[in-house]
C-alpha cells in the first residue's frame, strides 16, 4: 500500500459539490475557533419549537464530564424529519423499500404517507400508555415499520432502543432487561436472503427470559404471515393497534438534551452498554453530515445498505436523509441474493446517486470477479461511500473501478455507535481521496494522536486516536451508568474522548484509522467484545476457560478466533467444536459464531494471573516470528504448545 496514489477531487464535484475546497478549509478553521457561533449558525437547519440561548456547555475532566448542546431549546425529531417537509414535498417519495423477493411489489411511502403512518402508530403507542420517556424496545425486520417506529416514539417523546433481528432471544432480554422496556414492537418473521428470522418467537423466549422487566404489550407487524403464538392479553397485532387511531398526532415537545434513543453496542469489557442520544446535537449532526459527506440533493435517491439495528441505519437510513427531506432506499435482503448481480440492478432500478456501504460487502462481491456489475448500467451513481472498518486498498479500487466506473469518489467515513454519525471523512469536493485513509476531520471534529503516556504528538506519526472536545451529536452517557461512560471514554487520556481506535497521520495530514487497540473485535463492520463471547463460551458445561482474539479473514476483516481450555474428563471432538459455535449462536446471535476454536490446554498467562492476548492474536494470525517477550509468562512452555495447536486448528 503506497501513500502516493491520490485521487483528486473529480471535475463533476469540483465545479459543483456543496462545500468546495476554500469553503472547508474556512469553515473548518472557524468551526474550531468559534464553535459556539459556528454551530449555533449550523443549528438553523432544524426547525426549533423554542430557540436556545446557550449552544454548549461540555467538560471532558474525568472529575465531571458532561456534555450538552443547545440545551434549552427545544423541537421534535419527528417534526422535523417529516411534518416540515410536508408543505414543498408531501408527494415525494421519503423511503422506497425494495423486498428480499425480487419478484415482489416495492413499496414507495411519500412524505404524506410517512405522516399518516408515524401519526397512528404514534397514537397506538399512547393508546398502549407509552408516555415521554419511557423506553419502547424494537426488534424488527429491514421494512418501513421499523422507521415508522422509530419516528413515533421520537414524536410522542418515547426513547426507542432498537435490536438487531439477528441477536439471540438472550440478548434481546438483556437489552429489555436494561431499559426496562413495557413494549416491543416486532414482526411475525424476518426475511434475509431467502431465509427467515423467527423475531415472534425470539421475543416470545426474550419476554420469559427477562428478570427486570414486564413486558406489557407486544405489536406484532404481520410481515411475512408466518405463523406465531399468539397471547390475547399481551399480543396485538401492528395494523389492528394503528387501523382504529387517528392521522394526526401532535408532536412532543422535546428538549434538545432529551434522551432520543438508546443503542448498545459492545465495549471491551463487561455486558453491552447502552449509548445514549439526545434529540437537537444528534440530528443537527446527522443532518448536516448527511448533506455535506454525501453532496446530498433533495430529488436525488439515497441508499445507505445498513440494517436498521446499527448505528449507521439510525444515523443514515432514518435520521440524517429524512431531517434533509430526502429519499431513502431501505433494502430488506442482502447483497447476494438471489445472485451477486442484486446490488447492480437495485442502484438501477431506481437510480440511486448514492451507494453507502461497507467493506466486507464490497470484499464478498469482488471475490466474485465482474460477475457482481457485469450486466448493471450504473450510470445514476455520482458518489460511493464506506464505513465499518478500515478498507483495504484492493477493495477500495475494485469498488471505485467497477461500480464507481472510475468516475465516482469514495468517502471512506469513519466514527462509532458513541460519535452519533461521521467525524472524519473525506467531503467528495473538497478532499483528494488516498484508498484506505478516512482522509479530514469534519466540522468541528478534533482528532489527536496520543503517545502512551498521554501525551499529543505533532506531524506525521501514529498513536491512540482522540477527540479533544466535542461534537453535537456525541454520546451522554451509558444508560444507567454514568461512571461507567467516564471510565470507559475519558480517563485513558485526561481531558480527551479515547475513541479506542489507533491511526496513523500522514505528512498530509490524513489520518489512516488502523483498527481498535482495545479487546473490540470488528467482524464484518460489527462489534464483538471479546469479554462477551468468551462468557458465552464458559457459560457451557465442557468449558473450563475460554480467550478470543480477532484473526485475519478475508471477507470479514477479522474473524473470531477461540482458545478453549476443556474441563475435566471433557475431550476435543468435532462435534464438541460444533456444539461450541451454536451455544455462542444460541447466547449472542449468529454474528458472534467463532470462525476458528483451538484447543488449549494452557493459556498464556503472566504470573499474576493475566492472559498476554498480544501472544495469542500473533499465533492466530500465523505470526510466530514476532510473539515479543515471553519470559514473563508463569509457563513459556505453553507457547509452543499453543503454535502446535494452532498448525491442527488453523
Ligand atoms: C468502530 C466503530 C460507525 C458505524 C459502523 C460501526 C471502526 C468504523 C471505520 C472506517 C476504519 C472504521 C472503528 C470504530 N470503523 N468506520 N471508515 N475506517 N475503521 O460502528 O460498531 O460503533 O464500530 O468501527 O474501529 O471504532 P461501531
Known amino acids: 500500500m503506497s501513500d502516493e496514489a491520490v485521487y ?22 472557524r468551526s474550531i475557533q468559534d464553535p459556539e457561533s459556528f454551530w449555533a449558525e449550523q443549528a438553523k437547519r432544524l426547525d426549533w419549537m423554542k430557540p436556545f440561548s446557550r449552544v454548549k456547555d461540555v467538560s471532558f475532566a474525568s472529575d465531571d464530564v458532561h456534555i450538552r448542546w443547545f440545551d434549552d431549546g427545544t423541537l421534535n425529531a419527528a417534526a422535523n424529519c417529516i411534518d416540515r417537509h410536508l408543505e414543498e414535498r408531501s408527494g415525494q417519495p421519503a423511503i422506497i423499500w425494495e423486498p428480499d423477493e425480487e419478484s415482489e411489489d416495492n413499496r414507495v411511502i411519500t412524505y404524506a404517507e410517512l405522516h399518516e403512518e408515524v401519526s397512528r402508530l404514534a397514537n397506538g403507542l399512547k393508546s398502549l400508555g407509552v408516555k415521554k420517556g419511557d423506553i419502547v424496545t424494537l426488534y424488527m425486520p429491514m421494512v418501513p415499520e421499523a422507521a415508522y417506529a422509530m419516528l413515533a416514539c421520537a414524536r410522542i417523546g418515547a426513547i426507542h432502543s432498537v435490536v438487531f433481528g439477528g441477536f439471540s432471544p438472550e440478548a434481546l432480554a438483556g437489552r429489555i432487561d436494561d431499559g426496562g422496556s413495557k413494549v416491543v414492537i416486532t414482526a411475525d418473521e424476518a426475511r434475509r436472503g431467502g431465509k427467515r428470522v423467527p423475531l415472534k418467537a425470539n421475543v416470545d423466549e426474550a419476554v420469559s427470559l427477562c428478570k427486570e422487566s414486564s413486558v406489557d404489550n407486544v405489536v406484532v407487524l404481520k410481515a411475512t404471515g408466518g405463523n406465531v403464538d399468539f397471547n390475547g392479553n399481551r399480543d396485538i397485532w401492528y395494523r389492528d393497534l394503528v387501523g382504529k387511531q387517528s392521522d394526526q398526532c401532535e408532536p412532543e415537545e422535546m428538549g434538545a438534551e432529551d434522551t432520543l434513543f438508546v443503542l448498545y453496542t459492545s465495549g471491551s469489557t463487561g455486558k453491552p452498554k447502552g449509548v445514549v442520544h439526545t434529540t437537537g446535537g444528534y440530528l443537527l449532526h446527522t443532518s448536516i453530515t448527511h448533506e455535506y459527506v454525501f453532496d446530498y440533493r433533495p430529488g436525488e435517491v439515497y441508499w445507505c445498505s445498513a440494517d436498521v439495528g446499527w448505528i449507521t441505519g439510525h444515523s443514515y437510513v432514518v435520521y440524517g436523509p429524512l431531517a434533509n427531506g430526502g429519499t431513502t432506499m ?56 464506506t464505513v465499518g472498518e478500515p478498507i483495504n486498498p484492493e477493495a477500495w479500487r475494485w469498488f471505485h473501478q467497477k461500480f464507481g466506473k472510475g468516475q465516482c469518489p469514495i468517502v471512506d467515513t469513519w466514527w ?24 479530514k476531520p469534519f466540522f468541528g471534529v478534533q482528532p489527536a494522536l496520543m503517545d502512551p503516556e498521554g501525551n499529543e504528538m505533532e506531524g506525521a506519526t501514529s498513536g491512540g486516536l482522540v477527540l479533544k472536545d466535542s461534537w453535537p451529536g456525541q454520546m451522554r452517557t451509558i444508560l444507567g451508568n454514568h461512571q461507567r461512560f467516564v471510565e470507559t471514554y475519558f480517563s485513558t487520556y485526561e481531558g480527551c474522548y479515547f475513541t479506542g481506535d489507533g491511526a496513523k497521520r500522514d505528512e498530509d495530514g490524513y489520518y489512516w484509522i488502523t483498527g481498535r487497540v482495545d479487546d473490540v473485535l470488528n467482524v464484518s463492520g460489527h462489534r464483538m467484545g471479546t469479554a462477551e463471547v468468551e462468557s458465552a463460551l464458559v457459560s457451557h458445561d465442557a468449558v473450563a476457560e475460554a480467550a478470543v482474539v480477532g484473526c485475519p479473514h478475508e471477507i470479514k476483516g477479522q474473524g473470531i478466533y477461540v482458545y478453549v481450555t476443556l474441563t475435566h474428563g471433557q475431550s476435543p471432538s468435532d462435534e464438541l467444536a460444533k456444539e461450541l459455535k451454536q451455544h455462542v449462536r444460541k447466547e449472542i446471535g449468529p454474528i458472534a459464531t467463532p470462525d476458528v476454536i483451538q484447543w488449549a490446554d494452557g493459556l498464556p498467562k503472566t504470573r499474576s494471573g493475566k492472559i498476554m492476548r498480544r501472544i495469542l492474536r500473533k499465533i492466530a494470525a500465523d505470526e510466530f516470528d514476532s510473539l515479543g517477550d515471553t519470559s514473563t509468562l508463569a509457563d513459556p512452555n505453553v507457547v509452543d504448545d499453543l503454535i502446535e495447536g494452532h498448525r491442527v486448528a488453523a
Open 330 to 385: 431501505m433494502f430488506e435482503g442482502v447483497p447476494t441474493y438471489p445472485d451477486v448481480g442484486r446490488l447492480g440492478r437495485i442502484i438501477d432500478k431506481y437510480k440511486i446517486a448514492t451507494f453507502y456501504t461497507a467493506p466486507t460487502a464490497i470484499r464478498s462481491l469482488m471475490a466474485e470477479g465482474d460477475a457482481p456489475v457485469a450486466n448493471a448500467d450504473l450510470s445514476s451513481l455520482k458518489l460511493l461511500g
Open 8 to 29: 483528486p477531487v473529480t471535475d463533476h464535484f469540483r465545479n459543483k459539490a456543496l462545500i468546495d475546497k476554500e469553503t472547508y478549509e474556512s469553515m473548518y478553521q
Open 416 to 439: 462509532q455507535t458513541e460519535t452519533g454519525g461521521i467525524l472524519i471523512s473525506p467531503l467528495p469536493g473538497a478532499i483528494d481521496l488516498k484508498p484506505g485513509s478516512a482522509t
